[in-house]
Nanobody, 121 residues
């Protein structure tokens, strides 16, 4: 089966850190860029971060630059999102997405189920 499975979400206090993981199976992981999106209630879906095939190039949404880091381990078929200095406005469901084959930072049609991140004191 072709699938993405997120894990690592939870509740954290403002200023805290959390690391999300997304495990991939059923396809050649290293041939695709990978993207993290998030969506909060009442808000549009937002690109959080994207990483190229071998991890050498990254792209971040303006609201998370300097705080979040995307990385990947192709040997483990896993993409990570390290989130530091978390703010209440980071509260959202975070989704892992396989990028288009030809454009590493544009979203494709393969999604994980999402993992909830809640930042609250």
């Amino acid at each position: 089966q072709v699938q993405l499975v997120e894990s690592g979400g939870g509740v954290v206090q403002p200023g805290g850190s959390l690391r999300l993981s997304c495990g991939a199976s059923g396809f050649s992981f290293s041939m695709y860029g990978m993207i993290w999106y998030r969506q909060a209630p009442g808000k549009e879906r937002e690109l959080v971060a994207a990483v190229s095939r071998v991890g050498g190039t990254t792209k971040y949404g303006d609201s998370v630059k300097g705080r979040f880091t995307i990385s990947r381990d192709n040997a483990k078929n896993t993409v990570y999102l390290q989130m530091n200095s978390l703010k209440p406005e980071d509260t959202a469901i975070y989704y892992c997405n396989r990028a288009r084959y030809d454009v590493w930072f544009q979203g494709g049609d393969l999604w994980g189920q999402g993992t909830q991140v809640t930042v609250s004191s």
